[in-house]
């Protein structure tokens, strides 16, 4: 009977347009935002470029300074005078005027047309890029690359065991985990409590128990909850992954994706862990929606109490200053084993490199040792729930009632 539950459970759920929605919405916009963001800011920059080009522009220069080379000036008249210069743009002579003043603790002015160019254009950097570029042509190799910053710093630190650590290998499998588990919460969040008040609200619950047990029930509805959140993990991360093999040896504007991509190399063991604690986290998760679910008489009761279990599991965000501290603090220790904040806590402090091993065991068997427990309480709340025909059960009888 366990499985013709599941089944069914399931398949109804499937068959409700509201639960594609919530699954293809979110990673559909997730990954248009991250294009349409990629291309505007590729236009831009174009746009940007194209504008601050002074090849068909009328140009003219003063160099009291004597800093900026000739070589580096095309198309750009000397002029001696500088209110001539200001005098040429106000007339429409000339497009655009640099005043480089001898001591550059004064500003470098410069004057243009309203006309001459659009909100975007940038005539500033230009003869930034003259002093440069003149400057850097007087010094060496090694002093120009000292000026633009062209050398490369490798930060290498070590472990505990005084090996070589990759604190982006580290972090990449905690925070995806972390990821995947704030959008379960936030697509069935509501979906967990609701799901289990629907019989006991339309009064199907007594129709349904005259042929399968009420332990048969809960669990059914508890595996189905969970297959749901991992169909909608796949939906999340394959078209993740797709783009990902796309990316490699293609490229968008000239851009080699690929190389937008780190290239890291993930510890077998960091990602274990991290699987095996997202899927605790979101037991966890279940067996408190589906405990709140039992405990209230109607799903718009139910629905207020989401707020508050929401909450409890996503506290350790707002404490997120103290997660980033090398130095756990008290606060985080309490945040890290207090049951219904562990799953995200765990997560932080993994991703960041604070946590030791034996902390991630003890929080790991917290959250499997919590997730069981209220599971089995669901279990026995609704079992009596359902003999007696009691649509509302307080946390007396919850967790005292023999």
């Known amino acids: 009977m366990l499985k013709e539950v599941i089944r069914f459970e399931v398949v109804r759920s499937l068959k409700k347009p509201s639960f594609w929605v919530a699954a293809i919405l979110l990673p559909v916009l997730l990954i248009g935002y991250i294009l349409f963001a990629g ?9 940007l470029s194209q504008n601050s080009n002074l090849d068909d522009k009328q140009v003219s220069l003063m160099d009291e300074s004597k800093l900026i080379s000739a070589s580096v000036l095309e198309n750009v008249a000397t002029i001696e005078d500088k209110a001539q210069g ?5 007339t429409g002579t000339m497009d655009v005027f640099y005043f480089v003043p001898s001591d550059l603790k004064q500003p470098i002015e410069v004057y243009s047309r309203d006309g001459a160019g659009s909100i975007l254009t940038d005539y500033k950097s230009k003869v930034d890029e003259w002093l440069k570029v003149s400057v850097l042509g007087e010094l060496t190799e090694e002093q120009a690359a000292v000026m633009v910053g062209s050398y490369q710093v490798n930060d290498i630190k070590f472990n ?16 995806v985990g972390l990821v995947v588990f704030y959008v379960l919460i936030c697509i069935f969040g509501n979906r967990l409590t609701t799901s289990t008040v629907e019989e006991k609200e339309n009064r199907i619950t007594e129709m349904l128990l005259t042929s399968i047990s009420a332990k048969t029930l809960i669990i059914g509805k508890i595996v189905s909850l969970i297959l749901l959140g991992f169909l909608q993990v796949m939906i999340l991360v394959v078209p993740i992954l797709l783009i990902f093999l796309f990316a490699r040896g293609h490229s968008i504007a000239g851009i080699d994706l ?3 991509i780190p290239n890291v190399e993930l510890n077998p063991l960091v990602v274990i862990v991290s699987i095996l604690l997202l899927l605790l986290s979101y037991l966890l998760f279940v067996g408190l929606g589906v405990f709140v679910g039992t405990l209230v008489p109607t799903a718009k009761e139910a629905s207020s109490y989401v707020s508050v279990m929401m909450i409890l599991v996503i506290m350790p965000m707002f404490f997120i200053s103290s997660f980033l501290s090398t130095t756990p603090t008290t606060v985080t220790y309490v945040l890290t084993f207090f049951p219904t904040s562990a799953p995200i806590s765990l997560f932080l402090r993994f991703a960041f490199g604070t946590l030791q091993w034996w902390e991630m065991a003890l929080g790991l068997l917290i959250v499997a040792v919590f997730a069981a427990l209220i599971i089995r309480q669901a279990i026995r709340v609704f079992q009596f729930g359902a003999v007696e025909l009691t649509s509302k059960i307080n946390l007396k009888d919850a967790f005292f009632r023999k």
């Not at 291309?39 to 746009?47: K, L, P, Q, T, V």
């Not at 200001?86 to 106000?90: G, L």
């Not at 990759?166 to 925070?175: G, N, R």
Request: net charge negative; charged share 25%.
């Open 160 to 175: 505990d065991s005084g090996a070589e650590s990759d604190e982006l290998s580290q972090m990449i499998a905690p925070l």
């Open 39 to 47: 291309f505007s800011g590729m236009n831009a920059e174009e746009m």
């Open 86 to 90: 200001v005098e040429n743009v106000k």
């Open 258 to 260: 690929s190389t937008l």
